[in-house]
Structures are given as structure tokens and as C-alpha cells.
């Protein structure tokens, strides 16, 4: 998705996220740029969901008016996750977050094909995609990881050539969680139009900051989570296609029957209730923010580059408009945002690969060394960032980088 244009817009957080934030203003916590990694839960979310956790407590599978009264919420709430991603209220199935989701997809579709098949996925996909794979592997399915470019997208004409007669799932993300690459996925959907191999795209990190229109793209199945939407932690959907024909998952776990028996469990009605209220802002707010993130996203490169060597990691016009990955010439990342940690919240990768050592997969995939990798910063952009903001980490990154030698332009 080509970025858009930047055009004057307010650089200041809202009221409701500007009150979520920790309190930088008495330095009692530092300037969250993590937003990657998980995003605060907006007020006007936490409002809409605090009535399910008191008076409107019923559950939705009830016969009788609390229970009535919940399933109306879930519904409304499947409803605005539904419209954000162009998709229709039945093909939405609430999960505990995006990792459930992608499991719920890759497996409960990999189950119906009990002669193995092939699997075609990327070198740069989350864990939660590649950990899959790779046990499905194990168990007789074979599976092809394409490679990147330096800019971090597939080849869609690779990916032509990759296919097969047995290939059911090609799973490939909409946006990369460490640099923020956006995939070409129209192109995508026009190669996979004619073959029968369904699609399944990671979109954790692309839902509500770029748009996406699951029919549009030609998507089957679709991952998401709340908490990277400015929703609640452990509430998450998948998006799974019922037209032209429906697919059809084997159920990863089996009980009540709730989510037409897809994904059995009792539905946490607050969760989805923020999920919902989560959407419904995201779609409401989506251009405007775009467009702030990506003149704070300029203001930020354009203040570092004036006094440090670095390069930017990823795609660079598509990309999500909040994540900046920057390879600091001669840094030790962790040291420096260890450095940073009482000033600045971010991140030298991905949170989910908290305890993974040695250089990322992603930065590897696109050709950085181990050295340049391990050099590498993750500014994660979001709801509360303020100019203001930027402009105090510019200045503390920058001089938290004198101490190294080398480090200065």
C-alpha cells in the first residue's frame, strides 16, 4: 500500500489516549514508543467494556435476558470487526488473540489435508506462523519459505512459481512486526486468484493502521488482536471466507459449540466488547492517523539522521506509517536501549521474541549482518505520540549514542 501523503494534522495525542499514557510529564515513567508491541487500551474502549464486567454480566449462550443482553453486545461487537475489515458479521470467529488465531487457521485447515500437502509461507513471518509450519512439517506436510528483499517484501512472481497442484495455504502477513513492511498484497490476491490454495494472512500488526479490505484482496482467512488495536489484552479474531464456497476448519478445541463449533469456550464478553469498540475507532480514525504517524515518523528519522549514522530499515514507502526500525552504525542495540530504558519505552525487536538469542530472523532475512542486526532499534509510534514527544527522544537517543564511538555523523 503506497504511504500517503502527509498533510497538516494536529501532532497532539487525543484527550482519551493522552490520559492513558503513563504520566512523562513528571518523568515517573518513560515516553512510550513501543506501540509494537502492545498499544494502551483507550478509554472509550475501557468505558464501552466495564459494564459487562459488572451489571451486564450474563452469558451470551443463556436463554433469558442477561444472557440476551450479552449476545446482543457480541454481536454488535462482531459486527464493527466485520466492517473494518470489509468482511460480513458470520466470518467473524472471536479468538484469545492473533497467535490462537493463526494457530486456529494454519492447523484446523492443515487437519483436512491428513496426506500432508505444501504449505507456502515467508522467511519473515511472526513466530506464531513459523512455529506452525515447521511442527506441521514434522507431521508430513511440506513447506516452502520464501525469501525477501532487502526492503523485506516477496517476490508475488515467486510465489507463482512456488505453487503446486497440492498447495491448500499460502500464509503471508499483511505488515511486518519488526520493520514494518507492508507486502504487495494486492499482488498477492491477483496470484492466488485462479489457484486453489487459500490465503491466510497475518494481520496483527496492519488492522486499523493501513486500510484492508479482506474481499478487495481476495484474504480467506485473516488473523488479528485487540491489544495492537488499542483494545484488551487476550481477546483477538480470525477472519475465516463462507462465500465462493465456505471454508470449512477442524476445531483446535471442542466443547459448547460456541463460534459454530469452530472455536468452543465461553465467550469473554468484555474482551469482545473492547474489540469491537476497538474497531469501531480504528475505522473512524484511520486516515487522520495515518497521516499524523507518518509526519511524527518523518519528524523522528529527519531529527536522529542530522547527527547519527544510521539506516532505516524496510520498505521505504510501504510501510506502516508507525514503525521505524533503525540500524545504529556501530551500536550495540541493547545496550543503547538499555541506556535509554528510564527515558524511552522501545524495543531492539520483536516482543514475542523476548527470549530468543542471537540475531533476528527478520533482519537476517533482509541481508543485515549479525553486527548490523544486533545495531538495530524498533520505534514503535502509536495513539499517544505527541511532536512533543519526538522531540525529547531525538534528543536523548542522540545522546545516548555520543557514548559510542563511531556513533556521531
Given at each position: ?17 493522552r ?13 512510550y ?58 466470518e ?44 506441521l ?28 497442484d ?7 502477513m ?40 479482506v ?24 477472519y475465516?471466507?463462507r ?44 486516515e ?5 504517524l ?10 536522529l ?63 543485515l ?38 556513533l556521531?555523523?
Amino acid at each position: 500500500m503506497p504511504e500517503q501523503p502527509v498533510a497538516a494534522a494536529s501532532l497532539s495525542a487525543s484527550e482519551p489516549a493522552r490520559r492513558l499514557v503513563d504520566d512523562t510529564s513528571n518523568g515517573s515513567l518513560p515516553i512510550y514508543l513501543d506501540h509494537l508491541a502492545t498499544t494502551p487500551l483507550d478509554l472509550r474502549v475501557l468505558e464501552a467494556m466495564v459494564p459487562f464486567f459488572t451489571t451486564h454480566f450474563g452469558n451470551p449462550s443463556s436463554a433469558h435476558p442477561y444472557g440476551w443482553q450479552a449476545k446482543e453486545a457480541t454481536e454488535a461487537a462482531r459486527n464493527a470487526v466485520a466492517g473494518l475489515l470489509g468482511a460480513s458479521a458470520r466470518e467473524i470467529v472471536f479468538t484469545s488473540g492473533a497467535t490462537e488465531a493463526n494457530n486456529l487457521a494454519i492447523r484446523g485447515l492443515a487437519a483436512r489435508h491428513p496426506d500432508g500437502g505444501h504449505i507456502i509461507t515467508s522467511a519473515t513471518e511472526h513466530p506464531a506462523v513459523l512455529d506452525v509450519c515447521e511442527t506441521l512439517s514434522r507431521s508430513g506436510t511440506e513447506v516452502t519459505y520464501l525469501s525477501v528483499d532487502a526492503h523485506g517484501q516477496i517476490d508475488p512472481d515467486e510465489l507463482q512459481r512456488q505453487l503446486r497442484d497440492d498447495t491448500f495455504l499460502v500464509s503471508l502477513m499483511a505488515a511486518n512486526n519488526e520493520i514494518g513492511t507492508i507486502q504487495p498484497l494486492e499482488r498477492i490476491g491477483l496470484v492466488l486468484a485462479d489457484h486453489p490454495a487459500l490465503w491466510h494472512c497475518d494481520a496483527a500488526q496492519a488492522v486499523g493502521k493501513i486500510p484492508l479490505d479482506v474481499r478487495a484482496l481476495g484474504i480467506d482467512l485473516l488473523s488479528m488482536s485487540a491489544h495492537k488495536v488499542y483494545g484488551p489484552k487476550g481477546q483477538g479474531a480470525l477472519y475465516v471466507r463462507r462465500r465462493r464456497p465456505a471454508i470449512r476448519l477442524q476445531p483446535l478445541q471442542e466443547g459448547g459449540g460456541q463460534e459454530r463449533g469452530i472455536r468452543s469456550g465461553t465467550l469473554n464478553v468484555p474482551g469482545i466488547v473492547g474489540l469491537g469498540r476497538a474497531c469501531e475507532l480504528a475505522a473512524a480514525e484511520l486516515e487522520s492517523e495515518m497521516r499524523r504517524l507518518g509526519q511524527l515518523r518523518e519528524q523522528l528519522v529527519g531529527g536522529l539522521s542530522q547527527k547519527l549514522n544510521l539506516t532505516i530499515n524496510g520498505h521505504a514507502q510501504q510501510r506502516l506509517p508507525g514503525c521505524v526500525s533503525v540500524c545504529f552504525a556501530g551500536a550495540d542495540g541493547t545496550d543503547l536501549m538499555l541506556r535509554l530504558q528510564h527515558e524511552v519505552a522501545l524495543s531492539a525487536g520483536a516482543a514475542c521474541a523476548s527470549g530468543h538469542t542471537g540475531p533476528s530472523h527478520v533482519l537476517s532475512a533482509i541481508g543485515l549482518s549479525d553486527a548490523q542486526a544486533t545495531s538495530t532499534l524498533r520505534f514503535g509510534l502509536g495513539r499517544s505520540t505527541t511532536q512533543e514527544q519526538i522531540d525529547t527522544v531525538i534528543e536523548k537517543v542522540i545522546a545516548a549514542c555520543v557514548h559510542d564511538t563511531g556513533l556521531a555523523g
